[in-house]
C-alpha cells in the first residue's frame, strides 16, 4: 500500500485560494501517481545537474562575470513568494501539531495523509527542489565560488525529497518525518528567500541577520537528527537500521557538520582576517 495517498473525500482546514480551490483528493492522488511513476528521473537530474554547473564554471573561465541583476531579483522573489506560502500550509500544520500535542504526541507511527492543502504543497516541496537547481546557474555565471556544501546540498535534498520519499510511503515507514523535513524547509527558506531577494536588490543587509539565518539552518538540522533517530526507532521500535532512518541521519548529520564548518570560516576565522586587515590599514 502506497501511503502517501489520500482517503476519498479528503478536506482541508485551511481556506483555499487561486488555484487552490479546484484541488480534491482525486488529483493530490494522480499527482502522487505521477511522481511515483517517474522517480527514477531523479537520478538522470542530479548527474546532468552535476556535469552542467562544472562544465558551465570551466566555459566561464576566461569570460566575463554575467551578472542578470532584475532576473535574479525575480527568480529569488518568486522563491521567497512560494516559500512563505508553504510555510503558511505545511509549517503552520506541523507547529501547531506539536504545540498542540506534543513531539510524542504529534508524530504517528500509523501516519496518514488527510488535509488536501497539506498534501498538495508538500508534492510542490519536493517539486520545487529541482526549480532550485537554478541557483546554482546564478553562481556560476557571476563567477562566484561554488563551494561543495552549495552543490552537495542541492544534490541530496532533491535524491531524499523523491527517491527516500517513495521508499517511505511504499514501505510504511513514518511519515510524519517527512512532515517535518518539508514543514521546517519551507520555514527556513522563507527567510532565506526573502534574505537572497533584498540582498540582490542592493540592499546592504547587516551581517548578523546572515549569522542567524545560517545558525537557524544549523538548528534544523540538529531537530532533523533527533527527529529522525527518535520517531523510527525509540518512539516506533523500528530497526536502527531501517533505510529512512539511516537516510536522514546521514543527510542531516552531513549538513550538520557542514553548515558548521561554514559558519567557522565565513564568521568566526572570516571576522578576524577582517580585524587583522583592518589593524594593517
Given at each position: 500500500?502506497?501511503?502517501?495517498?489520500?482517503?476519498?473525500?479528503?478536506?482541508t482546514?485551511?481556506?483555499?485560494?487561486l488555484?487552490?480551490?479546484?484541488?480534491?483528493?482525486?488529483?493530490?492522488?494522480?499527482?502522487?501517481?505521477?511522481?511515483?511513476?517517474?522517480?527514477?528521473?531523479?537520478?538522470?537530474?542530479?548527474?546532468?545537474?552535476v556535469?552542467?554547473?562544472?562544465?558551465?564554471?570551466?566555459?566561464?573561465?576566461?569570460?566575463?562575470?554575467y551578472?542578470?541583476?532584475?532576473?535574479?531579483?525575480?527568480?529569488?522573489a518568486?522563491?521567497?513568494?512560494f516559500?512563505?506560502?508553504?510555510?503558511?500550509r505545511?509549517?503552520?500544520?506541523?507547529?501547531?501539531?506539536?504545540?498542540?500535542?506534543?513531539?510524542?504526541?504529534?508524530?504517528?507511527?500509523?501516519?496518514?495523509?488527510?488535509?488536501?492543502?497539506?498534501?498538495?504543497?508538500?508534492?510542490?516541496?519536493?517539486l520545487?527542489?529541482?526549480?532550485?537547481?537554478?541557483?546554482?546557474?546564478?553562481?556560476?555565471?557571476k563567477?562566484?565560488?561554488?563551494?561543495f556544501?552549495?552543490?552537495?546540498?542541492?544534490?541530496?535534498?532533491?535524491?531524499?525529497?523523491?527517491?527516500?520519499?517513495?521508499?517511505?510511503?511504499?514501505h510504511?515507514?513514518?511519515?510524519?518525518?517527512?512532515?517535518?523535513?518539508?514543514?521546517?524547509?519551507?520555514?527556513?527558506?522563507?527567510?532565506m528567500y526573502?534574505?537572497?531577494?533584498?540582498?540582490?536588490?542592493g540592499?546592504?543587509?547587516?551581517?548578523?541577520?546572515?549569522?542567524?539565518?545560517?545558525?537557524?539552518?544549523?538548528?534544523q538540522?540538529?531537530?532533523?537528527l533527533?527527529?529522525?533517530?527518535y520517531?523510527?526507532w525509540?518512539?516506533?521500535?523500528?530497526?536502527l537500521?531501517?533505510?529512512?532512518?539511516?537516510?536522514t541521519?546521514?543527510?542531516?548529520?552531513?549538513?550538520?557538520?557542514?553548515?558548521c564548518?561554514?559558519?567557522?570560516?565565513?564568521?568566526?576565522m572570516?571576522g578576524?582576517?577582517?580585524?587583522?586587515e583592518?589593524?594593517?590599514?
Amino acid at each position: 500500500m502506497i501511503r502517501n495517498q489520500l482517503p476519498a473525500g479528503a478536506g482541508t482546514r485551511y481556506t483555499p485560494i487561486l488555484f487552490e480551490k479546484s484541488l480534491d483528493a482525486t488529483t493530490i492522488n494522480n499527482l502522487s501517481k505521477y511522481f511515483t511513476d517517474h522517480v527514477d528521473k531523479v537520478y538522470w537530474t542530479c548527474a546532468v545537474y552535476v556535469i552542467t554547473i562544472h562544465a558551465v564554471k570551466h566555459f566561464m573561465k576566461e569570460k566575463e562575470p554575467y551578472r542578470p541583476k532584475k532576473l535574479l531579483i525575480t527568480w529569488n522573489a518568486l522563491l521567497a513568494v512560494f516559500s512563505i506560502w508553504g510555510t503558511c500550509r505545511v509549517s503552520h500544520q506541523l507547529f501547531t501539531g506539536i504545540m498542540s500535542y506534543g513531539v510524542d504526541g504529534y508524530f504517528d507511527c500509523d501516519y496518514q495523509e488527510t488535509d488536501v492543502l497539506v498534501a498538495f504543497w508538500k508534492r510542490l516541496f519536493g517539486l520545487s527542489k529541482i526549480i532550485e537547481l537554478g541557483d546554482t546557474l546564478f553562481i556560476v555565471f557571476k563567477k562566484s565560488k561554488l563551494s561543495f556544501l552549495h552543490w552537495y546540498h542541492h544534490v541530496t535534498v532533491l535524491l531524499y525529497s523523491y527517491p527516500v520519499a517513495e521508499y517511505s510511503a511504499r514501505h510504511g515507514t513514518i511519515s510524519n518525518v517527512g512532515n517535518w523535513y518539508s514543514g521546517v524547509n519551507f520555514a527556513v527558506h522563507s527567510i532565506m528567500y526573502t534574505y537572497y531577494t533584498l540582498a540582490s536588490a542592493g540592499i546592504r543587509m547587516w551581517r548578523p541577520i546572515s549569522m542567524t539565518i545560517t545558525t537557524v539552518q544549523i538548528l534544523q538540522m540538529v531537530g532533523g537528527l533527533w527527529v529522525g533517530f527518535y520517531v523510527p526507532w525509540w518512539k516506533c521500535g523500528r530497526p536502527l537500521t531501517s533505510f529512512i532512518m539511516v537516510c536522514t541521519i546521514v543527510m542531516y548529520g552531513s549538513y550538520f557538520l557542514l553548515f558548521c564548518n561554514y559558519f567557522v570560516r565565513t564568521y568566526i576565522m572570516g571576522g578576524k582576517r577582517r580585524r587583522v586587515e583592518k589593524k594593517k590599514e
